[in-house]
């Protein structure tokens, strides 16, 4: 047997095996004790490919500390293409530019983006409660729960030791520079732009998220720093809320959204990715009342039964201000692994999935083995047939990973069939502010990003 074949009887065996351990609703542990995602369903290679050579990570990206900047022209031809871009992207961000800071850390900020000035460096990042859907102008005002929550509005996630998840969000400094440059942080400009104005090829948006990270967490398998964090307050309305001064926590990075503009696809490439650890995956079998799985992860109690995953908490949250502790506590799951339905035997969802499980498994072989990121896996990406037009939900036109979600990020939109695709909050149709004095903002093709229509509420009157 020639060796082409003995790495074909590899990928095989590879895969049999990871389908196995979902039957049994586990995740891979490699040799070295790593955990892995498993594999939903039966794999087949992408058109063109054999089972050895299906969408792997080029040589030239390893060392991580030399993988080159991805580059936005393409070609984008295949699924390959696409979550090539998304793990090149990842391990490019996350290299270490001096002193453990990661490449990311050093971009301008969303804030930076909305005042049009960029802040400078501090000592440590602050981390907020999620507030992307406020649109008071003033983001520090007390603010009632029901702004402090993930997307969607539906609840706060809440992790296994009770303490609130918190995210940073970031842009590069093409973006950053051609927001400020072109005034698209101004209202009265963002009233007057062509529709169909759109980003450049190029720009990338993040958004990370973070857990408190305690005495029992394994910092060579996860990344963790120390940060400033929003403390929680309950207010004398009886809304929990954030204090005016932050708190110093160690925090380790649980998730982050990749968001990339590249050639032919205005839309951006949407893609996200998790640590191995933090939560399981529903089966293409889910009883509601059976246990997604056995064990315990970061974010899930093991026995929960899937209907005890993602559950809302909008009404029910009630905060120790004093140790911080919230409950209840949110059991995660994955609704969608992939973002997709588990099991799907859609030709375009099964060679969608082989280029994402193929190439997770390329770049963790190539990793060295004392590199934290081999802990962590591309869950998916989605994009669009690149037909981008002003007022429209994109929905129609969805390639790849058409349910994706993070399970740290859209924890509770997973199970809201309008709400569950990043196209379906990143579109470009017209902005209504839920305060009422600021007038609608027209549809455009860079309404996409939730910075303009941040910008366009906090900087009324500017």
Same mark, same amino acid.
């Given at each position: 047997?020639?060796?082409?074949?003995?790495?074909?009887?590899?990928?095989?065996?590879?895969?049999?095996?990871?389908?196995?351990?979902?039957?049994?609703?586990?995740?891979?542990?490699?040799?070295?004790?790593?955990?892995?995602?498993?594999?939903?369903?039966?794999?087949?290679?992408?058109?063109?490919?054999?089972?050895?050579?299906?969408?792997?990570?080029?040589?030239?990206?390893?060392?991580?500390?030399?993988?080159?900047?991805?580059?936005?022209?393409?070609?984008?031809?295949?699924?390959?293409? *696409?979550?090539?871009?998304?793990?090149?992207?990842?391990?490019?961000?996350?290299?270490?530019?001096?002193?453990?800071?990661?490449? *990311?850390?050093?971009?301008?900020?969303?804030?930076?983006?909305?005042?049009?000035?960029?802040?400078?460096?501090?000592?440590?990042?602050?981390?907020?409660?999620?507030?992307?859907?406020?649109?008071?102008?003033?983001?520090?005002?007390?603010?009632?729960?029901?702004?402090?929550?993930?997307?969607?509005?539906?609840?706060?996630?809440?992790? !296994? =030791?009770?303490?609130?998840?918190?995210?940073?969000?970031?842009?590069?400094?093409?973006?950053?520079?051609?927001?400020?440059?072109?005034?698209?942080?101004?209202?009265?400009?963002?009233?007057?732009?062509?529709?169909?104005?759109?980003?450049?090829?190029?720009?990338?948006?993040?958004?990370?998220?973070?857990?408190?990270?305690?005495?029992?967490?394994?910092?060579?398998?996860? *990344?963790?720093?120390?940060?400033?964090?929003?403390?929680?307050?309950?207010?004398?309305?009886?809304?929990?809320?954030?204090?005016?001064?932050?708190?110093?926590?160690?925090?380790?990075?649980?998730?982050?959204?990749?968001?990339?503009?590249?050639?032919?696809?205005?839309?951006?490439?949407?893609?996200?990715?998790?640590?191995?650890?933090?939560?399981?995956?529903?089966?293409?079998?889910?009883?509601?009342?059976?246990?997604?799985?056995?064990?315990?992860?970061?974010?899930?109690?093991?026995?929960?039964?899937?209907?005890?995953?993602?559950?809302?908490?909008?009404?029910?949250?009630?905060?120790?201000?004093?140790?911080?502790?919230?409950?209840?506590?949110?059991?995660?799951?994955?609704?969608?692994?992939?973002?997709?339905?588990?099991?799907?035997?859609?030709?375009?969802?099964?060679?969608?999935?082989?280029?994402?499980?193929?190439?997770?498994?390329?770049?963790?072989?190539?990793?060295?083995?004392?590199?934290?990121?081999?802990?962590?896996?591309?869950?998916?990406?989605?994009?669009? =047939?690149?037909?981008?037009?002003?007022?429209?939900?994109?929905?129609?036109?969805?390639?790849?990973?058409?349910?994706?979600?993070?399970?740290?990020?859209?924890? *509770?939109? !997973?199970?809201?069939?309008?709400?569950?695709?990043?196209?379906?909050?990143?579109?470009?149709?017209?902005?209504?502010?839920?305060?009422?004095?600021?007038?609608?903002?027209?549809?455009? =093709?860079?309404?996409?990003?939730?910075?303009?229509?941040?910008?366009?509420?906090?900087?009324?009157?500017?």
């Amino acid at each position: 047997m020639n060796s082409r074949s003995w790495r074909m009887l590899g990928r095989v065996v590879m895969l049999v095996a990871a389908g196995l351990l979902l039957a049994a609703g586990c995740s891979d542990a490699g040799e070295d004790g790593t955990i892995r995602p498993p594999v939903t369903g039966d794999v087949t290679a992408p058109p063109g490919t054999d089972g050895a050579d299906a969408c792997t990570a080029p040589a030239e990206w390893f060392p991580q500390s030399q993988t080159p900047q991805p580059e936005p022209s393409g070609p984008f031809q295949n699924f390959c293409d *696409f979550h090539r871009w998304a793990w090149q992207s990842f391990l490019w961000l996350t290299q270490d530019v001096g002193g453990g800071q990661l490449r *990311f850390e050093s971009f301008p900020t969303r804030q930076d983006a909305v005042s049009g000035t960029q802040a400078a460096a501090a000592d440590m990042p602050r981390l907020l409660v999620r507030t992307q859907k406020i649109d008071h102008p003033d983001a520090t005002s007390d603010q009632p729960l029901d702004e402090v929550f993930q997307a969607g509005e539906r609840g706060l996630m809440v992790d !296994q =030791n009770g303490r609130a998840i918190y995210y940073s969000q970031h842009l590069n400094e093409a973006m950053f520079d051609e927001i400020v440059d072109k005034q698209w942080n101004l209202p009265s400009v963002l009233e007057e732009i062509p529709p169909d104005t759109e980003f450049a090829t190029g720009d990338v948006v993040l958004k990370v998220s973070w857990s408190v990270a305690d005495q029992e967490t394994d910092r060579s398998r996860i *990344f963790v720093r120390s940060a400033l964090i929003d403390e929680l307050v309950n207010s004398p309305a009886g809304n929990i809320t954030v204090s005016s001064e932050p708190i110093e926590a160690d925090m380790a990075l649980v998730g982050m959204h990749v968001v990339g503009w590249v050639a032919g696809h205005p839309e951006a490439i949407w893609a996200t990715f998790e640590q191995v650890e933090n939560a399981p995956d529903l089966q293409a079998d889910q009883s509601p009342d059976a246990p997604v799985s056995d064990r315990s992860f970061r974010f899930y109690a093991g026995g929960t039964p899937a209907s005890g995953c993602n559950r809302p908490n909008l009404t029910e949250l009630v905060l120790d201000e004093a140790t911080q502790v919230l409950q209840p506590i949110t059991q995660a799951c994955r609704q969608f692994p992939f973002g997709m339905v588990p099991g799907s035997t859609d030709s375009n969802d099964q060679q969608n999935l082989a280029a994402i499980t193929t190439l997770n498994q390329s770049v963790w072989d190539q990793l060295a083995p004392d590199n934290l990121w081999r802990n962590y896996f591309e869950v998916g990406a989605v994009w669009t =047939n690149g037909d981008l037009q002003p007022n429209n939900d994109q929905q129609a036109n969805l390639i790849g990973s058409t349910k994706l979600s993070n399970a740290t990020i859209e924890t *509770f939109t !997973q199970q809201v069939a309008s709400q569950n695709n990043c196209f379906s909050c990143h579109n470009t149709l017209m902005f209504n502010p839920t305060d009422l004095t600021i007038p609608p903002l027209q549809g455009t =093709n860079i309404n996409l990003s939730h910075i303009i229509t941040t910008a366009y509420v906090q900087n009324q009157g500017k």
